[in-house]
């Protein structure tokens, strides 16, 4: 009965310092502290997995397959974890300390099979196709579930908050307002929304706005979802869902663009002719908002978990870098508005609905998918609130031929940050 002190030692040899979460193990032994979070080992196929992927897409698959749970507060014991990670106390275990270790705990053995949750896609990076599958994973889970989590207008990206308390409708309703006053959006504009979501951008253009809306999904759930919402709001004729891919817009320009969180999907390479077909698509004098995830230089992407059973195939960048592809479409930058507080808001919001709703969402999406959900939020906001991803607002223009930017109310129409 001593699988967790071993398993223990390990960790506080690695870490440098003492362990800072408690361990239960599967033959009932125990190490670390128990009035706080817990790391339960339920089963020899969590350390089995950890022996094949000793990394975060290991602990990743062993924790949605349940093999290994947390109890207590999920972010509070990731936020400890990662300020030993930070402050550079840990150290990599020799293969050998490792191979002992995993003979003694009869841990040896094929690798078990990955959680049917993460995801799988073939053909070349970003191809429409490929692009179609890492959106569906994701998207197409079910229209059900995301209607559970997300606030009534299902909104899927960070909204804008007046204060930290403040219920999550309203502060999606702020942010689409938000975006809507600095586009400049009046009664009879043309918008196009490029990843449009379950249309929540669209709906609250029109309804609040007056203009004639399009928006473009390549997830056939979305779609169908805000085919019934332009019916149900009497919105018919004035607003227009396509499932289309934002490379197969031929349309003459639009009077302005909104894109929210649809360019961390777009992918590096193709990033440059995502930007110039921005432009293309927006008319002389026109304003484009984009809303975009950043991350630092060195880590692009979401992380081994969030690539594998979040969001396939995304990749962030310094704010910098997405700025200067925009410029280099011939786009004006006119504001940079960084929202990362609220983000960790929005998600907070989104956790506590999950875990409020746990059995429906379980009977909805089954228990693995559910426990995606934990984690992805779990960390989302720990990531959020460290400050190793952001999310910001872009206000561009094009520029008409004469050099005018037609922006000169913008600063006007922007609420006090």
């Known amino acids: 009965m001593v699988v967790a002190g071993q398993l223990a030692g390990m960790a506080e040899r690695v870490l440098g310092a003492p362990l800072p979460i408690g361990i239960r193990a599967w033959d009932g032994s125990v190490a670390g502290p128990q009035d706080g979070t817990v790391l339960v080992i339920r089963s020899r196929d969590a350390l089995r997995r950890l022996v094949w992927s000793p990394n975060e897409l290991g602990l990743a698959r062993a924790y949605v397959s349940g093999e290994l749970d947390v109890e207590g507060d999920l972010a509070s014991g990731l936020s400890q974890i990662w300020g030993l990670v930070r402050r550079g106390v840990t ?13 003694k705990l009869k841990v040896l053995g094929p690798n078990p099979d990955a959680p049917k949750e993460e995801a799988r896609l073939k053909g070349a990076l970003h191809t429409k196709s490929r692009d179609r599958d890492a959106i569906s994973h994701h998207y197409d889970l079910s229209n059900a579930f995301y209607q559970l989590v997300l606030d009534p207008s299902m909104a899927y990206s960070c909204a804008y908050f007046t204060s930290e308390d403040e219920p999550l409708a309203q502060a999606q309703h702020n942010k ?15 918008l196009l929304d490029v ?3 379950w249309g929540s951008m669209i709906i609250h253009a029109a ?8 928006g473009v999904t390549i997830s056939a759930q979305q779609r169908e979802h805000i085919l019934k919402r332009i019916e149900a709001e009497g919105l018919t004729g004035r607003v227009e869902v ?27 390479s193709n990033y440059p002719e995502y930007a110039s077909t921005l432009y293309r698509l927006l008319k002389p004098e026109g304003r484009l908002l984009l809303q975009q995830m950043s991350r630092g230089r060195n880590a692009p992407g979401g992380g081994a978990f969030i690539e594998s059973y979040v969001a396939p195939d995304m990749h962030m960048r310094p704010i910098s870098q997405t700025t200067g592809f925009l410029e280099s479409a011939g786009l004006e930058i006119r504001d940079v508005h960084a929202l990362r507080e609220h983000y960790v808001w929005t998600v907070r919001a989104w956790a506590d609905t999950l875990e409020e709703r746990w059995d429906e969402v379980v009977a909805l999406v089954g228990e693995g998918q559910a426990r995606v959900w934990r984690l992805y939020l779990a960390g989302g906001a720990l990531t959020f ?6 999310v910001d607002q872009v206000l561009a223009v094009r520029r008409s031929e004469n050099g005018r930017s ?3 109310r913008v600063r006007r129409e922007l609420v006090a940050r």
């Not at 689409?176 to 043309?190: A, F, I, N, Q, T």
């Open 91 to 103: 150290r990599r275990p020799k293969i050998s300390e490792v191979a002992k270790l995993a003979v």
């Open 195 to 197: 990843g449009c979501g």
């Open 406 to 408: 037609g922006m000169p």
């Open 385 to 390: 609130e460290e400050g190793r991803m952001g």
């Open 242 to 268: 396509r499932l289309q891919d934002y490379r197969e817009v031929r349309d003459e320009p639009f009077d302005a663009i909104s894109t929210i969180e649809m360019g961390e999907h777009v992918g590096e």
């Open 176 to 190: 689409l307002d938000l975006v809507c006053r600095k586009l400049g959006l009046e009664p009879g504009m043309r």
């Open 207 to 214: 309804k609040h706005y007056g203009v004639h809306a399009t």
